[in-house]
């Protein structure tokens, strides 16, 4: 260690593994020299993908915002903080008190769930703007899980995950953890936790359109056609009944609707769906029955089961057979994390008195529906660019790049144009926020506590990390509460204190009614006497946990959990696996039942049903997405390090394809829709299926008044241009971005 430099244990801010690191600083130069795995992190033990080590260029980068700047003609001014924060109030009260409450609308991107300031306070703002206009890129790659965990469940986040670390039978559709270390089913490390699988006497199976990385150390790869997956299922669950292998196992007796789901699958044998699904019917019979007969087992889904065309419908075939399969709320099955992990449940949004999270209201212009409070992207553009009462004239845009991460960008090009106002609460001028008429930046991620508030929802075990700054923010930059805080109390005409006492007073009350059972009978003042007169984000969490199943209810249960407590365990607390048990405990549906047969998702299998002859249909070529290991979405293209090397933005082609279209390995593709077209360098490679290609999303860096010079300079093609947004999942209202046909030729 060099003078002035100094060691901390943080955890990753660059996904959900929020992986425990090592990270050296220099506190004169303010920079971070060096980045490593903790192995001391009881839950990581030392893992960190190559992305952890781009922490030193990112908090470095000369491109990163430290003023906020405002729009000049078609260049910008800095401003200060100050300034900025009190136009960007003053404007979107002006616009709502113009154009109505919900002219204004607000997307809070993917790096939010990984700054623990953004996540908290994100819904401050939010919430003084009081407008339905809300969407995240969840609506784009997550909501189908919500929407059947809602309607199977009661609630969004009430979703079983894979019991990895006891697991003997896994099958992984549609997702390639090996490089995403999971979603939804968090375990950093996630490849000797695969491989252990073997290790036990067990099996991995992985079923995908392309021979992934996670399909590489598999034990059995089977190939699939793109947007067939919820057929498989139904045949899998066919084979199950025809066999009499049907077991509720644990959730015998807290179960609904299991002669009617089952009654669906009798109408796909393998027989039927062998054409569409490109799967030999004996195949599937052979997934079916040694799933069914393994001793803990469970089929894992992801990004590539959600963002397709039958997302819901999968989502929801995927849980059934965890759970006919007697592999629901089970050790070795899929367990829940609802009640069982360290913190408290400030976000859930449940079915309340029969009323589930979705569709209680829609989009003006489309008609499509919210699900947890929040509406499809699919419906942004028109509502901005279709004139009427209720239209979209400002626009707040939360550490997220829509330009990139959202279908038809031509479009969207001209809705961000037509605004009156739009406000980036970010920390570049990209793709997106180059339209902004004010950019206000935050912190660097090494200058906030750190805290993975969003992982332990989605985590393989009970886990609870937290880390000082590393460095105090810059002089003259607030805190990003203070921002959030700023502007919300410009809004509501009051001042930041009173804004953050509401929303103290607001968390404290709902940990009080919805935490730990000691925590209800808690006067608030107790509560708030406890967590003190300290602003910020640390407080919050300080509720959370202290709120939560674990806590110490505010006093009531001395042996609790607090912030004090986790702050002790510099390298994380540990609190052990998920445990069996927890429903009927935790569901939230009107009779406290798993419904294994909604209405909106069954109603949806005629739409899939009357899609067999088109599924079969193999002249057109489909195009899937592909997630790398050194990319993640749209943000992580302006460091080096990341994107140094070999293009990565590139067109797979499977050979057989390759020859028949004269296309070859470093040669170029032209790839169309009926909306757009772009041109990408082609690699010929076997991994992919035959009459599939693959393009990864998130690149397209080359549009004027960006300023990210490492981006620019390796642009990609953006491949969510060729997607035409109306393309969506009926329930969800998700848009469809894999199976998307397209025409390729040379170019
Ligand atoms: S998997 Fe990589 S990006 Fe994700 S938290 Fe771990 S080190 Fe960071």
Same mark, same amino acid.
């Given at each position: /260690? ?22 050296? =600083? ?18 990581? !033990? ?5 992305? $952890? ?61 990984? !700054? ?7 819904? +401050? ?17 997550? *909501? ?28 992984? *559709? ?12 968090? =375990? ?28 590489? *150390? ?11 997956? %919820? ?31 089952? $009654? ?14 490109? #799967? ?13 007969? %393994? ?143 004010? *950019? ?12 993975? %508030? ?85 407080? #919050? ?40 048990? /927890? ?156 199976? +998307? ?7």
């Amino acid at each position: /260690m060099t003078s002035g430099t100094q060691l901390h244990f943080r955890s990753c801010p660059f996904c959900e593994a929020a992986c425990g690191t090592r990270v050296t =600083a220099n506190h004169v130069l303010r920079t971070i020299e060096d980045v490593r795995g903790d192995h001391e992190d009881p839950f990581s !033990k030392g893992f960190v993908c190559p992305k $952890a080590y781009a922490l030193t260029q990112l908090h470095s980068d000369p491109d990163r915002l430290r003023k906020p700047l405002r729009r000049k003609g078609r260049d910008f001014e800095e401003i200060s903080f100050e300034e900025a924060i009190a136009e960007a109030g003053d404007r979107l009260r002006a616009i709502q008190q113009k154009h109505g409450q919900h002219s204004v609308a607000y997307y809070f991107g993917n790096p939010t769930g990984h !700054k623990p300031p953004l996540l908290l306070y994100g819904p +401050v703002l939010m919430k003084a703007l009081g407008s339905m206009q809300v969407y995240s890129p969840g609506t784009l790659d997550q *909501i189908p899980k919500f929407y059947s965990a809602v309607y199977m469940f009661g609630g969004p986040l009430i979703q079983p995950l894979a019991d990895l670390d006891r697991v003997r039978h896994l099958i992984v *559709i549609g997702n390639n953890p090996v490089v995403s270390q999971g979603s939804m089913m968090v =375990a950093p490390g996630i490849r000797r936790r695969l491989e252990a699988i073997r290790a036990r006497g067990g099996k991995l199976v992985v079923i995908d359109p392309r021979r992934t990385e996670t399909a590489a *150390i598999s034990d059995e790869y089977v190939a699939i056609r793109p947007g067939t997956d %919820a057929l498989l299922l139904l045949a899998m669950a066919h084979v199950i009944e025809r066999e009499g292998l049907v077991d509720l196992g644990n959730v015998e007796g807290i179960t609904r609707g299991l002669d009617d789901v089952l $009654a669906i699958a009798s109408r796909f044998p393998p027989e039927r769906v062998a054409a569409a699904t490109g #799967i030999a019917a004996n195949t599937i019979e052979h997934l079916a029955l040694e799933f069914a007969r %393994a001793d803990g087992a469970a089929i894992y889904g992801r990004t590539g089961t959600c963002t397709q065309a039958f997302g819901s419908v999968t989502s929801w075939l995927i849980d059934v057979l965890n759970t006919i399969s007697g592999n629901l709320d089970k050790v070795g099955g899929n367990l829940f994390t609802g009640g069982g992990i360290p913190l408290g449940v400030l976000f859930e949004d449940n079915c309340v008195d029969g009323v589930f999270p979705s569709g209680r209201w829609h989009s003006r212009v489309d008609g499509l529906p919210e699900t947890v409070s929040m509406l499809p992207t699919a419906g942004l553009a028109n509502e901005m660019l279709v004139p009427g009462e209720g239209q979209v004239r400002g626009f707040v845009t939360q550490a997220g790049n829509v330009m990139l991460s959202n279908p038809n960008a031509a479009k969207l090009e001209r809705a961000f144009e037509s605004l009156e106002f739009m406000l980036s609460l970010d920390i570049y001028v990209n793709e997106t926020t180059r339209h902004a008429d004010i *950019i206000i930046p935050g912190p660097s991620y090494a200058e906030h506590s750190d805290f993975a %508030a969003v992982t332990p929802y989605e985590t393989i075990r009970k886990f609870v990390k937290w880390a000082p700054p590393v460095f105090a923010p810059e002089p003259g930059m607030p805190h990003d509460f203070e921002i959030f805080n700023g502007i919300a109390a410009r809004l509501k005409e009051t001042t930041p204190e009173e804004i953050e006492e509401a929303y103290v007073r607001e968390t404290i009350q709902v940990a009080l009614d919805n935490g730990r059972p000691e925590a209800r009978e808690v006067p608030y003042e107790q509560a708030r006497a406890a967590v003190g007169d300290e602003p910020g984000p640390d407080r #919050i969490f300080d509720i959370l946990i202290r709120g939560g199943p674990m806590g110490d209810a505010f006093g009531a249960v001395p042996d609790g959990l607090t912030l004090e407590k986790v702050k002790q365990h510099p390298h994380g607390l540990d609190l052990g696996p998920l445990d069996e048990g /927890m429903l009927p405990g935790i569901l939230r549906t009107p009779d406290r039942k798993v419904d294994l047969a909604p209405g909106p998702l069954v109603e949806d299998v005629a739409r899939l049903e009357a899609s067999l002859a088109s599924l079969e249909n193999r002249d057109t070529m489909l195009m899937i997405g592909r997630r790398t290991m050194r990319s993640k979405n749209a943000w992580m293209h302006n460091i080096h390090l990341l994107v140094k090397g070999k293009d990565r933005c590139t067109l797979r082609v499977h050979p057989d394809d390759a020859e028949r279209l004269g296309l070859a390995t470093g040669g170029s593709a032209r790839v169309a829709t009926d909306i757009a077209e772009v041109v990408a360098p082609v690699e010929v490679d076997d991994e992919m299926m035959p009459g599939v290609v693959s393009l990864p999303h998130g690149w397209g860096h080359d549009m004027d008044g960006a300023r990210q010079q490492v981006a620019r300079e390796h642009p990609g093609v953006n491949a969510n241009s060729l997607i035409d947004e109306s393309m969506i999942d009926v329930p969800s209202a998700s848009n469809i971005l894999n199976g +998307v046909p397209v025409r390729i030729e040379a170019a």
